[in-house]
């Protein structure tokens, strides 16, 4: 076997290896994972049926109106680029900002289902029911992905309790960076094709 052949047959090993650990700590930390979605269902559905107050509904509408207004006349890859990136921050600071008791994480998960439930009311007011359908392709695979990110920050968030605080920090830190590198960006690349390409077509 050649050289080159050689630091292939490496890097697959190293790809492939990396994409099985990430995996294997994936589901050290479902339990966490899932009460991220746990809360995140429960804010969105008090979102959908209890409206908020005006000052809080005018802060939500401007946030959505500025970034209508910023995708304004993108073209298809500067969608794509801008939905990955946007993205891509919010997983990553959902993760590395969970050292805060895991506070950082909770309150994100809280805010993004309730926005989330918010607008999905005024989508069916304004399109019924059926408008819900639309929403579909674009959470099929970012909210996955930042589910993963806010359950691993959680998790950071409980190594206040560990006895060896500076061996699980350097534990979590590799896994997580693992896991958003092999599974997180990957997944958030997918959503950001499906979503721009959407908001491209129909805009």
Known sequence: MGKKEKQI????N????????????????KNFIW?????????ALIGFFIHPPAEL???ILSYIMQILEKTRGMSLFELI???FFNNMQTGFFGIILGFLVGLFPVILTLVNGY??????FLAVSSGGASSLLNLLPHGIFELPAIFISLGLGLKFGTFIFEKNKGAFFKEFFINSLKVFVFIIIPLLIIAAIIEGSLIFILS
């Open 9 to 12: 047959k490496k890097r697959g």
């Open 14 to 29: 190293f790809l492939a290896r990396n994409y099985l650990e990430s995996w294997r700590y994936l589901k050290k930390t």
């Open 35 to 43: 009460a991220v979605v746990i809360l995140f269902l429960i804010f």
């Open 57 to 59: 509904e005018k802060i």
């Open 81 to 83: 680029s801008f939905i």
């Open 115 to 120: 926005v989330l439930g918010y607008v999905s």
